[in-house]
């Protein structure tokens, strides 16, 4: 079964850091790019960044830019994100996502929520 | 950056109904559209990609058209399970989501 499964999400002050996880499963996962996308809450989709398979090509939002670092580990079969500098217009959920059999995002994990708050 | 704006953002109409759900880039994004469905507490599920292709499980009652900066969502005849969110995905300069359309029961 494909199956995309975030952690590592919390509460974290302002100006924190936390390094949210994607396990893949069921595909190749060192043949295709990843993302991350957020949703904060009662709000729409914002995609955050994007990898490519050989982590060759990664893209940001402007939103996070210089903030939030993506990275994978092919080995492990695994997509980070490393967030630094945090806000309180962070706070979301992470969704990890990806097109496997598609010029678009048709999987995608359940999401981590991350809270950014005093 | 790409800019996409869905209209309505509300729709209220009865199952058994037509839905036409319009989304609008600030500048041509080809066909490199997809449109996703929302439900509450769910992770959006893709619905067509490429701006009129249905993705695999996708009910023959969606479809999409357009290329450039107009696009539709159409949904043939409403069934009680489509009552959701729904969103469009430009991927032709890095990636944007509009702000989404809620079809609600009417």
């Known amino acids: 079964e494909v199956q995309l499964v975030e952690s590592g999400g919390g509460l974290v002050k302002p100006g924190g850091s936390l390094r949210l996880s994607c396990a893949a499963s069921?595909?190749?996962?060192?043949?295709?790019?990843m993302n991350w996308v957020r949703q904060a809450p009662g709000k729409g989709l914002e995609w955050v960044s994007s990898?490519?398979?050989?982590?060759?090509?990664?893209y940001y939002a402007d939103s996070v830019k210089g903030r939030f670092t993506i990275s994978r580990d092919n080995a492990k079969n695994s997509l980070y994100l490393q967030m630094n500098s945090l806000r309180a217009e962070d706070t979301a959920v992470y969704y990890c996502?990806?097109?496997?059999?598609?010029?678009?995002?048709?999987?995608w994990g359940q999401g981590t929520m991350v809270t950014v708050s005093s | 950056e790409i800019v996409l704006t869905q209209s309505p953002a509300t729709l209220s109409l009865s199952p058994g109904e037509r839905a036409t759900l319009s989304c609008r880039a600030s500048?041509?994004?080809?066909?490199?559209l997809a449109w996703y469905q929302q439900k509450p507490g769910q992770a959006p599920r893709l619905l067509i990609y490429?701006?009129?292709n249905r993705a695999t499980g996708i009910p023959a009652r969606f479809s999409g058209s357009g290329s450039g900066t107009d696009f539709t969502l159409t949904i043939s005849s409403l069934e009680p399970e489509d009552f959701a969110v729904y969103y469009c995905?430009?991927?032709?300069?890095?990636?944007?989501f509009g702000q989404g359309t809620k079809l609600e029961i009417k």
């Open positions: 996502a990806a097109g496997i059999r598609f010029d678009a995002f048709d999987i």
């Open positions: 069921g595909f190749t996962f060192s043949s295709y790019s």
């Open positions: 990898i490519s398979s050989s982590s060759s090509y990664i």
């Open positions: 500048q041509s994004v080809s066909s490199y």
């Open positions: 490429d701006a009129s």
């Open positions: 995905q430009q991927r032709s300069n890095l990636n944007t």
